[in-house]
């Protein structure tokens, strides 16, 4: 059964502190790891998907990367308007639907 | 290009009833997929319509069901409502059954009392 575990459930990071989110994966066969953001009361912000593994994609101040295992999203310098829930998902080979991980609320003060 | 868009976006029914939500998709978009939210669960699948057929269903009682349109539209239906049926809906496109991407709406806030 696939599964995905993000860590930690919760980060609190200073205005212009770089930092990690983690999202560890166990699937049959990968077919895409996807980042998203959420904000309170809207729906999942779609922001990367990764194929295999080493490949890196960067929007703005964030940065995600693959291994086999798992995915990072760096965030560099972060601005309080980057705090969010951040939601990792695994499509597998075998699936149609996205397996999503319990997310990582990020909060990030002036 | 419009994005997916929800009806409603609140909803309050008591235990017991039923409810339909809606979701259309982005304009070109064939696949509709369906996940409840809640605080404890996270994001859980529901199920997935492409060209109007069930394509695949998430671990849900049968008081979840859905259909879909020609134009692709979506509707959501669950019946004989409980407490713990109260979540946050979300709907999702993408061009077709698959597909890596899947684009969120803004999701429909339900409350059972």
């Known amino acids: 059964e696939d599964q995905v575990t993000q860590s930690p459930e919760a980060l609190r990071l200073q205005e212009g502190e770089s930092s990690s989110l983690n999202c560890s994966y166990t699937v049959s066969g990968l077919r895409g790891l996807f980042w998203y953001r959420q904000d309170p009361g809207k729906g999942p912000e779609f922001l990367f998907t990764l194929y295999s593994a080493g490949e890196e994609k960067e929007k703005e101040r964030l940065k995600a990367t693959l291994t086999k295992k798992e995915s990072f999203l760096h965030i560099t310098a972060p601005k309080p308007e980057d705090s969010a829930t951040y939601l990792c998902a695994v499509l597998s080979n075998s699936g149609y639907a996205l397996n999503f991980g319990k997310g990582t609320s990020l909060l990030v003060t002036p | 290009k419009a994005g997916v868009t929800q009806t409603p976006r609140y909803l309050i029914k008591t235990r017991g009833q039923q409810v339909t939500l809606s979701c259309s998709p982005i304009s070109g978009h064939r696949s509709v997929s369906w996940y409840q939210q809640t605080p404890g669960q996270g994001l859980q699948f529901l199920f997935e319509?492409?060209?109007?057929?069930?394509?695949n269903k998430g671990n849900f009682p049968g008081r979840f069901s859905g259909r879909q349109f020609s134009n692709s539209r979506s509707e959501m239906n669950v019946s004989t409502l409980e407490l713990g049926d109260s979540a946050l809906y979300l709907c999702a496109s993408s061009p077709s059954s698959g597909t890596a991407e899947q684009f969120f709406g803004p999701g429909t806030r339900l409350t059972v009392l």
């Open positions: 319509y492409f060209s109007e057929t069930q394509r």
